[in-house]
């Protein structure tokens, strides 16, 4: 049985980038789910903006044909939902259309107004001074910054003051979809809900701990965009260290946004820096080439980036997999190291945090008992989100006393019977809701740069491409060299 879900108060959400790929693929489909279960009403609106000269009905067309695979069971529940979305053509950079859009957003003035900016972060200062200047950055008003905010520290403090000329910084929902996953906001309850985790949350018991973002696709439609980020700056900067925040982060005082945020903050401020003088030891970059995945070819990095943007390449240096190990200088962490991979077209879609705890001191079984493994706490992500703890028993049965390493094994979807929501739509909710708990804080995404920016700098300084793996693989056999060099091994265990 899940709770029920609540209606939130109406709102206006104006998606800036309304055709884009995040747009159709991701929040448009969120929002529809959230209206099926009955948490938007009638009175909501929901306003496309691009520059593409598309009506209402234009838009409404393209939605429903994005919509139909989740529509397919909600027969005319569709139809109802579009009668909310409208849409304004209008270029970011130009005046027309903006007197039309204000008008329009005029309509409704009780309304909360999220103004949702999923363009490249280039228009966001762009957008907010145009908001202002119609005055629409007053009363309940909010703005959805999407990542990457910049593409250094530098750039993501331009963008932030340039922001928060108009929007407080109460006003601005920095989104980091990892935090929205099901799982994540697990990991707080795991930590901090039950007696039995947080004693042993410290270096003292925990060995290591790995967080693995495996996507199996290329970079689809976004190659213009990626071949300026790469892994670094799309995945480890926001997702990644987000996980690792959560993972890491003292028990904070409530869940109030700041005293979380606080915490995370913490953790940042805390990761030994990764610069010129060691990065090579600590991280690893790769670049896909072409292979075979499901007896079909797969095509490497510049084919993709090739067929994804109108100037071709022959070459390219961005990475599309990075593996590192980063370690966080306080009490509680000290010399645990937390390993760090993720990668496109890898061998297979899996997101997961493992907690590996340390040995138990002294052994008390012959060696035919068998080995004595680690415990081990597995965080599913995606896909089929869940919980895993490796434990330790005895093999059934007279044999004698023989050792068997075993999972305790809870999938969310078998406990509960529902489907996961997808992270999109709690952290929409949560925008119009005004709780900003799962998004980042101005001086959480800066204090990321300050440590993503030394290794991007050694990387340009060392001058080295990145290492070739084939598509469908685990990436370059250096990220497999990361972890053996400390005597310890990737968790690939995902089919069981
Ligand atoms: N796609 C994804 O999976 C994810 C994307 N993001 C982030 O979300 C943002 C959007 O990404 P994505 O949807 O992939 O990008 P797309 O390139 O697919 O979409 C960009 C959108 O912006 C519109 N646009 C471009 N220029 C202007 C302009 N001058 N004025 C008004 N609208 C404009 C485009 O429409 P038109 O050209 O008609 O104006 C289009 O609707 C980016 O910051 C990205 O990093 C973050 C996480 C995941
Ligand atoms: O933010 C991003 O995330 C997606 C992966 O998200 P997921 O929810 O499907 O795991 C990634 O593909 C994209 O490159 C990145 O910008």
């Known amino acids: 049985m899940t709770a029920p879900a609540l209606p939130v108060d109406l709102f206006d959400l104006v998606i800036f980038g309304g055709t884009?790929?995040?747009?159709?693929?991701?929040?448009l489909p969120a929002l529809f789910h959230r209206f099926v279960d009955g948490q938007i009403q009638p009175g909501s609106r929901i306003i496309g903006v691009a520059r593409e000269g598309l009506d209402d009905d234009g838009y409404r067309a393209q939605i429903r044909s994005a919509l139909n695979g989740a529509a397919s069971k909600q027969g005319d529940q569709l139809d109802t939902f579009l009668k909310l979305?409208?849409?304004?053509?209008?270029?970011?950079?130009?005046?027309?259309?903006?007197?039309?859009?204000a008008k329009l957003m005029g309509?409704?003035?009780?309304?909360?107004?999220?103004?949702?900016?999923?363009?490249?972060?280039?228009?966001?200062?762009?957008?907010?001074?145009?908001?202002?200047?119609?005055?629409?950055?007053?009363?309940?008003?909010?703005?959805?910054?999407?990542?990457?905010?910049?593409?250094?520290?530098?750039?993501?403090?331009?963008?932030?003051?340039?922001?928060?000329?108009?929007f407080a910084e109460s006003q601005t929902y920095r989104i980091d979809h990892y935090l929205g996953k099901e799982t994540v906001q697990n990991l707080l309850a795991l930590r901090f809900g039950n007696a039995l985790f947080e004693p042993l949350w410290n270096a003292g018991h925990i060995d290591h701990v790995q967080i693995t973002v495996a996507e199996t696709l290329g970079v689809e439609r976004r190659g213009p965009y990626y071949d300026h980020a790469g892994a670094l700056r799309d995945m480890v900067q926001n997702h990644m260290l987000q996980l690792l925040c959560?993972?890491?982060?003292?028990?904070?005082?409530?869940?109030?946004?700041?005293?979380?945020?606080?915490?995370?903050?913490?953790?940042?401020?805390?990761?030994?820096?990764?610069?010129e003088t060691n990065a090579s030891q600590l991280t690893v970059r790769g670049q896909y080439r072409a292979g075979v995945g499901e007896g079909q070819s797969v095509p490497g990095y510049i084919e993709d980036l090739n067929s994804s943007s109108k100037s071709k390449v022959e070459h390219s240096s961005t990475e599309t997999f990075v593996a590192l190990k980063a370690e966080i200088a306080n009490w509680r962490w000290s010399g645990v190291p937390f390993y760090l991979r993720t990668g496109k077209r890898l061998a297979e879609r899996v997101s997961e945090i493992v907690v590996a705890f340390k040995p138990v001191p002294h052994s008390i079984f012959t060696?035919?008992?068998?080995?004595?493994?680690?415990?081990?706490?597995?965080?599913?992500?995606?896909?089929?989100?869940?919980?895993?703890?490796?434990?330790?028993?005895?093999h059934p049965g007279p044999g004698g006393l023989r050792l068997r390493h075993v999972p305790l094994d809870m999938s969310f979807a078998e406990a509960f019977g529902v489907q996961q929501p997808d992270a999109y739509e709690r952290l929409l909710l949560?925008?119009?809701?005004?709780?900003?708990?799962?998004?980042?804080?101005?001086?959480?995404?800066?204090?990321a740069w300050r440590w993503a920016d030394p290794i991007l700098a050694a990387w340009a300084a060392g001058g080295e491409?990145?290492?070739?793996?084939?598509?469908?693989?685990?990436?370059?056999?250096?990220?497999?060299?990361?972890?053996?060099?400390?005597?310890?091994?990737?968790?690939?265990?995902?089919?069981?």
């Open 20 to 27: 884009g790929d995040l747009a159709v693929r991701k929040l």
């Open 85 to 101: 979305v409208h849409y304004r053509p209008l270029d970011a950079r130009k005046d027309a259309g903006w007197d039309d859009f």
């Open 107 to 166: 309509e409704y003035p009780d309304n909360v107004r999220v103004f949702y900016l999923s363009t490249s972060p280039d228009l966001f200062v762009d957008i907010c001074q145009r908001l202002g200047g119609y005055g629409l950055n007053q009363g309940k008003s909010r703005v959805v910054l999407e990542k990457p905010i910049g593409k250094d520290l530098a750039s993501a403090n331009r963008i932030n003051d340039d922001v928060g000329r108009v």
């Open 246 to 275: 959560m993972v890491a982060m003292e028990p904070p005082s409530s869940l109030s946004p700041d005293a979380v945020r606080d915490e995370k903050l913490k953790v940042l401020h805390a990761l030994k820096p990764i610069n």
């Open 367 to 394: 060696a035919s008992a068998g080995p004595l493994a680690q415990n081990r706490l597995v965080l599913r992500l995606q896909p089929d989100e869940g919980v895993k703890l490796w434990l330790t028993i005895k």
């Open 430 to 447: 949560d925008v119009v809701r005004g709780n900003p708990t799962l998004f980042m804080r101005r001086d959480e995404v800066e204090a």
């Open 465 to 496: 491409s990145p290492r070739p793996y084939t598509s469908g693989t685990w990436g370059p056999s250096a990220a497999v060299a990361l972890i053996e060099r400390d005597g310890r091994t990737w968790d690939e265990d995902f089919e069981q």
